[in-house]
């Protein structure tokens, strides 16, 4: 199969309209991260993008809409506080958890009763949603547990010839996939950091649970146990260890054991420390925005063959940080070490 690379003229997003309206499969930008959209209501679509990603059938997807106003078709029993999520930040990086209904396919939802729903702030796959009128089923367009993508360029080195088209609509703003939260429950439940940060829920809702899968604590102990592997996501070929402790302690402790084949990934304002250490710098520390942007690709850049070990530095701090430490701390496998102080 070749795949087509789309623009965003209005006539390009016809054509991703149709394919997706046909059962095809098509790269589609959002401002978290590129999703791999299908059909979300043809089970036979969406069992091709299990195919192309090489994802496990039993990891849901998550199905977008272009209007708040459509969540009624696809759920049940919605409650208050997921209204009032919807009126905040749709169209925007929230994903919600709610009663599926039957229209629904279980191939979609693998199987749960419930449904993960997002409405996404891009114009252009808002308007190819609208026009192929179904929803659309999308995990994020990577080849699975690899770093999710944040360009066209980066679908197309894990997808060309698995998919039919991409729609090039440039850079994602946010860069790390949306903030999921679960709202079947009696009170709101935290299960995936994003773009919107826990304090900005917890202040609109009231109350919040944060799932532990969020911390990271089970998946520490279940490494513990069985060391490595079974978390282990959005990782490079590399492996990867964060380092934690002051820009100085830290810079000590990677230069004492940096060796060639290393590299740093670190923040712009620790270039200068890193010079002679194969330095990447994914964002500004004092603008924690610009790390989630910038991680994922930062992460594809040191992933082309010859790096063995990668020395990454981690933002401290709330909102979109919690979110890029979470990835981070997934591509690393959680193996993380504090830089002891002098
Ligand atoms: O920003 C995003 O959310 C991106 C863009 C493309 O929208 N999508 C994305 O999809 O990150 P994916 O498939 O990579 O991650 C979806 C996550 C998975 O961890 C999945 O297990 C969870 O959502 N999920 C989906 N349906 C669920 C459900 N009914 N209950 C709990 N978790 C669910
Ligand atoms: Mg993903």
């Not at 009126?87 to 929230?94: A, H, K």
């Not at 308007?127 to 993508?149: F, Q, W």
């Not at 304002?269 to 690709?297: I, V, W």
Request: net charge negative; aromatic share 4%; with cysteine.
């Amino acid at each position: 199969m070749t795949t087509l690379l789309l623009s965003t003229t209005e006539q390009d997003l016809e054509r991703a309209a149709a394919i997706i309206q046909a059962g095809g499969l098509v790269g589609i930008p959002t401002e978290t991260v590129y999703g791999l959209g299908a059909n979300g209501l043809d089970p036979e679509a969406v069992r091709k993008i299990f195919l192309a990603k090489g994802r496990p059938q039993d990891n849901p997807l998550i199905l977008h809409i272009h209007d708040a106003a459509q969540l009624p078709d696809f759920c049940r029993d919605i409650p208050d506080a997921a209204r009032l999520l919807a009126e905040t930040y749709w169209p925007g990086p929230l994903t919600m958890v709610l009663p599926v209904r039957d229209v629904v396919p279980k191939t979609t939802t693998a199987g749960l009763n419930t449904v993960a729903v997002r409405c996404p702030d891009n114009d252009a796959t808002r308007e190819i949603i609208r026009l192929a009128g179904v929803p659309v089923a999308a995990p994020s367009a990577n080849l699975s547990g690899k770093p999710s993508t944040t360009t066209a360029r980066h679908v197309l080195h894990d997808m060309d010839g698995r998919i039919d088209a991409v729609v090039d609509g440039g850079p994602c703003r946010v860069g790390v996939e949306s903030t999921i939260v679960d709202l079947t429950g009696p009170v709101p439940r935290l299960l995936r950091p994003g773009g919107i940060g826990p304090e900005e829920l917890t202040a609109l809702l009231g109350e919040l649970e944060i799932d532990r899968a969020v911390t990271g604590e089970i998946s520490r102990e279940a490494v513990v146990r069985a060391p490595g592997m079974k978390y282990k996501h959005y990782a490079p070929a590399a492996e990867v260890l964060i380092v934690e402790g002051s820009r100085e302690a830290a810079a000590r402790y990677i230069r004492a054991r940096f060796q060639p084949g290393d590299a740093v990934l670190c923040f712009e304002e620790e270039l200068d420390l890193y010079a002679d250490c194969n330095p990447t710098a994914y964002g500004r520390e004092a603008e924690p925005a610009t790390l989630s942007a910038g991680l994922f690709a930062a992460l594809r850049r040191l992933d082309g063959g010859e790096v063995q070990r990668i020395f990454a530095r981690c933002p401290t701090g709330g909102g979109i940080s919690v979110a890029t430490r979470n990835r981070l701390r997934k591509s690393a496998g959680f193996r993380t070490v504090t830089a002891e102080e002098d």
